[in-house]
Structure formats: structure tokens, C-alpha cells
């Protein structure tokens, strides 16, 4: 039975955060054109452009999304091998053909990558969320990827034994 990587909440920001974020951005921008009078805007420019002003942050905002969120999998552990899904389409990996896992990244919520030995159906790296810890400081690493990381290493080791 396969064990479960990735946190339950990888499809909430994989696909509803981005569309609340830009939808948010969108009612602000019509907002700010339909009443320019409502909006402070900062000195030496006209509230008559705060839509303009609010669609570039929300284009900088949304480019930060779409670097940290878009490319999340979601990942489970089958005995030696990775079942990873895009929610579109599954594939499965062997565990000894991850070159490294990477991570924690400096993001909120953390991320970890693996980084394959060969090209795979979704690229070389695929990146997860792992299940969150909601404390205000997480002291180590989630057990999920401790299990991941001793599961590699095994499947490593015995794949070098075989050569």
C-alpha cells in the first residue's frame, strides 16, 4: 500500500490559491478603475491609474505563485518505487534513480525536490509539499521525508550491490 509524501493540502495551493490570489487582484483592479476616487495612490501619481498599479503588483504576485506552486506533485512511496502524479497524469519512478533530495526550501509552506538520474515524463525535478506541521517553528524534518530519505538511501544501496 503505498504511504503518502505529499501534505493533503497540495491541490488547495497547486490550484485554489492561485485563483483567489488573481482573483482577488482582479475585483481590486475594477474596483480601483470603476472609482478612481477611492483609491490613495502614492505621491505624483493619479488615483486614475491605481488599476495599472494593481495589476502590476498582481502580475509580480502572480509570477511568484506560479514559480512556487505550479510545478507541485503529489507523491506517494510503493515499496521502491515513487508514484508521482500531477493530477493530471501518474507515472512511476524507481526510488534508486533519484539523484538527490533537496529541501527544506526558504518558502512558506516548505518545499522539497527530487532531482532524478534521467529525464522522466515531468522533467527532471519534481517538487512536493510534504504533510505541514501547523507549530510556529518546525524543529527538524518531517517524518514523511525522513522515511523517503532512509527508503532512498536503502534503494541506493541495493541497486549499487547489484551492479
Do not use: C
Not at 505621491?43 to 506560479?66: D, H, N, R, S, T
Not at 507515472?91 to 512558506?108: D, E, H, Q
Not at 512536493?128 to 522515511?147: A, C, K, N, S
Request: proline share 8%.
Amino acid at each position: 500500500m503505498p504511504i503518502p509524501l505529499s501534505s493533503r493540502w497540495t491541490p488547495f495551493y497547486k490550484f485554489v490559491l492561485p485563483l483567489l490570489v488573481l482573483g482577488g487582484l482582479g475585483v481590486g483592479a475594477w474596483q480601483a478603475h470603476a472609482h478612481p476616487e477611492d483609491v490613495h495612490m502614492p505621491p505624483g501619481m493619479g488615483p486614475e491609474y491605481g488599476w495599472v498599479l494593481i495589476i502590476v503588483v498582481g502580475l509580480f504576485a502572480g509570477g511568484i505563485i506560479w514559480w512556487t506552486v505550479a510545478s507541485l506533485a503529489r507523491i506517494d512511496l510503493d515499496d521502491d518505487e515513487l508514484v508521482i502524479s500531477n493530477y493530471r497524469s501518474e507515472i512511476r519512478v524507481a526510488l534508486a534513480s533519484v539523484a538527490s533530495i533537496s529541501g527544506p526550501s526558504m518558502t512558506n509552506p516548505q518545499r522539497y525536490t527530487l532531482t532524478f538520474e534521467e529525464l522522466t515524463e515531468f522533467g527532471r525535478r519534481v517538487t512536493f509539499l510534504p504533510p505541514m506541521d501547523w507549530t510556529l517553528m518546525r524543529l527538524g524534518e518531517p517524518h514523511e521525508v525522513r522515511e523517503l530519505r532512509n527508503a532512498w538511501e536503502a534503494a541506493r544501496a541495493a541497486a549499487t550491490r547489484r551492479r
